[in-house]
């Protein structure tokens, strides 16, 4: 209540603006309704791995070949402009950036047709990644999603153990490589059913990868979320 009337008041003093085109926002967001049409969301996806078609259906890949999870949900193609927005996260510490985007993603998630997983793991970083960049941009970008959907973060029962170069540049075969014995589940997961966080999807080889040993732990379902879908 008090929350609520303080936000009113400082919304009275201080309007939201755009992040985007630094216009009067108008809405609750710091995003005009201009720049929010200009998003990229997601219309048509596979069911499993969340990849851009144009209609719903299985893609090739996980026709031949499902994934360890279930489902992956992604509001947002990897486009223009949301590729700047997260860029602007990660490598300007422009953390402003997350929490629209955490808002945003908000609400594509809490819709009854997704069912809620019991805790959200944010995909880890090697703790020299950490701090270079100073934080973890996925967890950054799940808290306002976490707190809204009222579910909990466990950020530390998985861990990114070994430093591996930049996934970008490296076909999938070689992801998988380079991500071999990247993580470790180093305790106990006191959870069923499990969504882990990541900012962009691109092959899914991390999330794979990470899905198969939450699995082999004892998770018995593992949902991926993540803000944007390459591909
Ligand atoms: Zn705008
Ligand atoms: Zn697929």
Known sequence: MVYNWLKKLQNNLFPPRCL?????SKTEFDLCLGCCDDLPFQLH???RCAL????????GTCQKKPPAY???IAPFNYAPPLDYMIQQVKYSK?????????ELMSHQFNQPKITKPDIIIPVPLHPKRIRERGFNQSLELVRPIAKSLNIPIDYHSCQRIRHTPK???LTATQRHENLKNAFQISKEIDASHVALFDDVMTTGTTVELLAKE???SG???????VCARAG
Not at 94 to 102: P, Q, S, T, V
């Open 20 to 24: 985007l085109c630094n216009a009067d």
């Open 219 to 225: 998770v018995e379902r593992v949902d991926v979320w």
């Open 70 to 72: 279930t489902h992956c």
């Open 167 to 169: 996934q970008a540049d």
């Open 94 to 102: 422009k953390l402003a950036y997350a929490r629209l985007l955490g």
């Open 45 to 47: 996806t596979c069911p």
């Open 214 to 216: 939450l699995i082999t």
């Open 52 to 59: 851009p078609l144009q209609m719903n259906q299985l893609c």
